[in-house]
């Protein structure tokens, strides 16, 4: 079993809940649903506003008010910010591929030998790599940048890709360590007296009945990388600038008027992948999230 | 066993990134950041020695001052509001109400988004004139004023709302985890005991869920460290310097001013917080192991 701060809780709320009272309007119940209900109000404004706004036209922002929904609903922004933005998509894309993938198969690598194979020092350097994860990206931000350009790569879409797996690989390594510790170790040696050695164990018998860890990295590493704004500007130089950076470029470095629904229309473009997974997968993403949250 | 003794070798390359990883990019970068922070490095990095003087030159700076400030009292904000609200949110939800699928997709949602995208929405609607405050002054109270965002005093507190709207949901979602562990029992026996639902959450069941609160604590307080995306999207820094924070004190020296040795120290200065808060876990942890 894992034994650090960082263990996903488990996130199950299916269990039965704590109140089993009978439902009956008391003051006390109309309370709770009205703190929830003002609560989910709060939660909800912003996303609203983005949406409502984003179908507006510039006459009808000035003119009204920001809560109030669209008199004549155009989808002229959303062009206007598509055609901002699409390249920031697709660099988005290219960078988010690469970075789910190699650092998901590095994390189960790690995790299987940290949990199985248990060589002389792992643990200790396992112990840093956590421990790095809490550590601001500042502190390591400019020898990285200095080494990447002194290797060639810096301003490209290797240079970023490698920057999010150096630092997703304190959570991704976490996660396959603490499922594996979960597999039964018995199954392991079976493997090794039939003859099969690191990688084939690793192969043929740990990453199939690694599916559901797996689904739970993606999540996790497809959000986070999108979401990234301070690598991406940093790293993956003008031409890979991914859609966050390409975001903050467009609204906030304008000069002028500023066209508020296409800026709405623009940021929900950048939040639709992150808020895809995040409604279809549910729980799936709650997993991820508890584990994940060291990011950020 | 001899069987087992064959290709010791390969675990050992299979975490050959992962070691390096660790000793070059962490470890590597971190010491590097350090040596730098007692030179006189400009624009490029420098072994030009001067000692402590970047951090005497840091705490001369207002600039840096003010931002540790700010990072003071959004952390202070923003770690118990989150922890409140996240703390209420889960107990209410916790009372068999109807919707709860619903409820936890919509407070959770916002941790999905980035900051980048959120911080500008929140920037509008903040924006005096056109959000909130137009919307308000509208309705008939045209001396009502919420202008927090361009206040030299009250700007970080937008940050903090704005913040404490994305990370609540997730001290929500670990505090329920939480909470749904706690055995039903407890409940039953403290109603027979006559024991108001409020004293039991707060009396009983709170300190039972110590290592959540603790772990959430702990999320929080790196997040509060590495503020960065928020204070870009909504603010700048602004206005003037107002909502300057060290994690973008530290980059404007890095990547604008060229002030690579000032940067370092700053970046240091930062690390010790961290390290603070990982000592006691990392003992904690250790004693654990023993024991």
Redesign the interface.
Same mark, same amino acid.
Do not use: K
């Given at each position: 079993m894992s034994?650090? =701060?960082?263990q996903a809780?488990?996130?199950? $709320?299916d269990? =039965?809940?704590? =109140?089993? +009272?009978k +439902?009956r309007l008391s003051p006390?119940?109309i309370g709770?649903?009205a703190?929830?209900f003002s609560?989910?109000l709060?939660?909800?404004?912003? @996303?609203y506003? &983005?949406i409502i706004?984003s179908f507006k036209s510039m006459d009808e922002?000035r003119s009204g !008010?920001? $809560?109030a929904l669209p008199l004549f609903a155009t989808v002229e922004p959303w062009q206007n910010a598509w055609r901002q933005v699409s390249g920031g998509f697709w660099n988005s894309v290219a960078i988010t591929v690469p970075s789910t993938i190699i650092p998901i198969l590095?994390g189960a /690598? !790690?995790g299987?030998?940290?949990s199985f194979?248990k060589?002389r020092g792992?643990n200790l350097? $396992?112990?840093? @790599?956590l421990?790095?994860a $809490?550590?601001?990206?500042?502190? &390591?931000?400019?020898?990285?940048v200095? &080494?990447m350009a002194r290797a060639g790569v810096f301003g490209s879409l290797p240079a970023i890709v490698l920057v999010h797996?150096?630092f997703g690989?304190p959570i991704m390594?976490l996660l396959f360590r603490n499922y594996y510790a979960s597999v039964p170790h018995e199954l392991f040696q079976a493997a +090794?007296?039939d003859g099969g050695?690191?990688?084939r164990i690793f192969g043929q018998v740990m990453l199939p009945m690694s599916l559901p860890i797996i689904v739970v990295a993606a999540i996790m590493q497809v959000?986070g990388v999108? *979401?990234?704004?301070?690598l991406g500007l940093?790293f993956a130089g003008r031409d890979n600038a991914p859609m966050?950076v390409q975001? *903050?470029n467009v609204? *906030?470095t304008t000069t002028g008027t500023r066209l508020?629904n296409v800026? &709405?229309a623009a940021? /929900?473009l950048?939040?639709a992948v992150?808020?895809a997974?995040?409604?279809f997968s549910?729980r799936w993403?709650?997993r991820g999230?508890?584990a994940g949250?060291?990011k950020? | 066993m001899p069987a087992f003794r064959v290709n010791k070798v390969t675990p050992h390359i299979a975490l050959l990134p992962m070691a390096l990883t660790v000793l070059v990019a962490y470890i590597g970068a971190a010491l590097w950041t350090f040596k730098t922070s007692f030179t006189a490095s400009r624009t490029f990095a420098s072994d030009n020695f001067i000692g402590a003087a970047q951090y005497v030159r840091l705490f001369d700076n207002e600039r840096w001052l003010l931002s540790l400030h700010n990072l003071a009292v959004y952390g202070v904000c923003f770690i118990i509001a989150c922890m409140v609200l996240g703390f209420l949110l889960a107990a209410f939800i916790d009372q068999n109400v109807s919707g709860e699928g619903f409820l936890r997709t919509v407070f959770l949602y916002p941790y999905a988004m980035s900051f980048i995208a959120t911080g500008l929405v929140w920037q509008w609607m903040l924006a005096p004139g056109a959000g909130i405050e137009g919307a308000v002054q509208s309705l008939g109270f045209t001396s009502f004023r919420f202008d927090w965002i361009i206040d030299q005093e009250l700007v970080i507190y937008t940050i903090v709302i704005a913040a404490v709207w994305q990370a609540s949901g997730l001290v929500m979602a670990m505090m329920l985890a939480g909470l749904r562990g706690v055995d039903p029992e407890i409940y039953k026996a403290a109603r027979l005991d006559g024991i108001p639902a409020w004293r039991v959450y707060l009396q009983i069941v709170l300190p039972m869920l110590g290592p959540t609160v603790a772990t959430v604590f702990l999320l929080l307080c790196t997040a509060v460290v590495k503020l960065y995306d928020a204070v870009v999207a909504m603010t700048g820094g602004g206005p003037g310097t107002a909502s300057e924070v060290p994690a973008k004190f530290i980059m404007d020296h890095l990547f604008l001013r060229s002030n690579i040795g000032l940067a370092s120290a700053g970046a240091v200065t930062l690390l010790i917080p961290v390290l603070a808060l990982l000592a006691p876990y990392a003992y904690a942890r250790s004693r654990r192991k023993r024991a």
């Open positions: 034994d650090t =701060a960082l809780a488990p996130m199950t $709320f269990t =039965a809940p704590a =109140a089993r +009272r +439902r006390a119940r709770v649903y703190f929830l609560a989910a709060y939660f909800l404004l912003p @996303l506003v &983005m706004t922002i !008010n920001v $809560f590095l /690598i !790690n299987y030998a940290l194979w060589p792992a350097l $396992f112990g840093v @790599l421990a790095g $809490f550590i601001p990206v500042q502190v &390591m931000i400019y020898p990285l200095w &080494m797996v150096i690989m390594t +090794r007296i050695g690191f990688w959000t999108w *979401n990234d704004y301070i940093v966050t975001l *903050n609204i *906030n508020y800026n &709405m940021t /929900i950048t939040a992150p808020l997974i995040y409604f549910g993403f709650v999230i508890a949250a060291v950020g | -």
